[in-house]
């Protein structure tokens, strides 16, 4: 398998026995990825939250969490769970799938 296959397939995190740049490259689109998938996540869940008049603190209390996790969720600083994203959409009254949504479109 070449770089292009791999690069095209997007299965391959790390192959430890290469150190060649398409593979540190690939690693890092990847990271990347995952980095702007919870800055969305991040925007979306704030945006709601200030939408709906809700601080970090009565916005933990409604979705039975710490009012430090809701802070490090909006600044994308943790990755939570399926189980913590359907908390924290349900008292804000959206699917976890809008939470996850490009909600500018």
């Known amino acids: 398998m070449d770089v292009a296959e791999i690069a095209s397939s997007w ?18 689109m990847k990271k ?26 009565e916005l933990a209390d409604r979705a039975e969490l710490d009012r430090t996790y809701i802070s490090q969720l909006e600044r994308a600083k943790c990755n939570p769970s399926l189980l913590v ?3 924290v959409a349900q008292p804000l009254g959206v699917s976890v799938v809008d939470l996850l949504g490009d909600m500018g479109n």
């Open 32 to 57: 990347d990825r995952h980095a702007l998938l919870l800055d969305l996540l991040a925007a979306n869940v704030r945006a709601l939250r200030v939408e709906k008049c809700f601080s970090q603190e």
């Open 85 to 87: 994203l359907s908390k």
């Open 11 to 28: 299965l391959v995190d790390y192959i430890p026995w290469t150190d060649n740049r398409a593979t540190i490259m690939l690693w890092r």
